[in-house]
T-cell receptor, first 109, second 116 residues
Framework: QKEVEQDPGPLSVPEGAIVSLNCTYSNSAFQYFMWYRQYSRKGPELLMYTYSSGNKEDGRFTAQVDKSSKYISLFIRDSQPSDSATYLCAMSTGNQFYFGTGTSLTVIP | SAVISQKPSRDICQRGTSLTIQCQVDSQVTMMFWYRQQPGQSLTLIATANQGSEATYESGFVIDKFPISRPNLTFSTLTVSNMSPEDSSIYLC?????????????FGPGTRLTVL
């Protein structure tokens, strides 16, 4: 079983839709949870960072961590064509980093 | 955050040759990380480069194939040696600007390598 599971998509939504991206994990030792956005031919860009459980909001983006279910989510409200990218979840035990495979998102104008 | 640059941004190389990738950071960091990103796969950590000591390689990666230099706190190089088409990938360096190892990481733009 992989440490981190992420549906690769692709996911295609109309502009203005609410997007939900998810990852599941198996290691209960994960404490730090991140979402990265990666545009084509660019490096991953840190989007959201959460420590332990709970929600964090930043503009149109909300990150949720449910440690009891070993499940994390990223919500994008009022999605824009500029949100079209690959989104990678990442998590850390404090000693090692683990990445999901990424979900490809296209927002159609 | 940290601003990271990589050179070259992309290259096409012949089988059996070597390519050295440079990574420059705008602040001093103890640890720099080198990753490989292949299509449809997770980012895979190749090695951790500490200034003043030998790099630490992950399982499946060896120094002879991926020698790393770390001459100072803002710079590192990764060499992909004796390349084969299987080495075609995106190579990324990253840092944690607060040197907390695994709190957060910031990535460079990547080097897209194609081996013919």
């Amino acid at each position: 079983q992989k440490e981190v599971e992420q549906d690769p998509g692709p996911l295609s939504v109309p502009e203005g839709a609410i997007v939900s991206l998810n990852c599941t994990y198996s290691n209960s030792a994960f404490q730090y949870f991140m979402w990265y956005r990666q545009y084509s031919r660019k490096g991953p860009e840190l989007l959201m960072y959460t420590y332990s459980s709970g929600n964090k909001e930043d503009g149109r983006f909300t990150a949720q961590v449910d440690k009891s279910s070993k499940y994390i989510s990223l919500f994008i409200r009022d999605s824009q064509p500029s949100d079209s990218a690959t989104y990678l979840c990442a998590m850390s035990t404090g000693n090692q980093f683990y990445f999901g495979t990424g979900t490809s998102l296209t927002v159609i104008p | 955050s940290a601003v990271i640059s990589q050179k070259p941004s992309r290259d096409i190389c012949q089988r059996g040759t070597s390519l050295t990738i440079q990574c420059q950071v705008d602040s001093q960091v103890t640890m720099m990380f080198w990753y490989r990103q292949q299509p449809g796969q997770s980012l895979t950590l190749i090695a951790t480069a500490n200034q003043g000591s030998e790099a630490t390689y992950e399982s499946g990666f060896v120094i002879d194939k991926f020698p790393i230099s770390r001459p100072n706190l803002t710079f590192s190089t990764l060499t992909v040696s004796n390349m084969s088409p299987e080495d075609s990938s995106i190579y990324l360096c990253s840092v944690d600007p607060l040197d907390r190892i695994t709190d957060t990481q910031y990535f460079g733009p990547g080097t897209r390598l194609t081996v013919l």
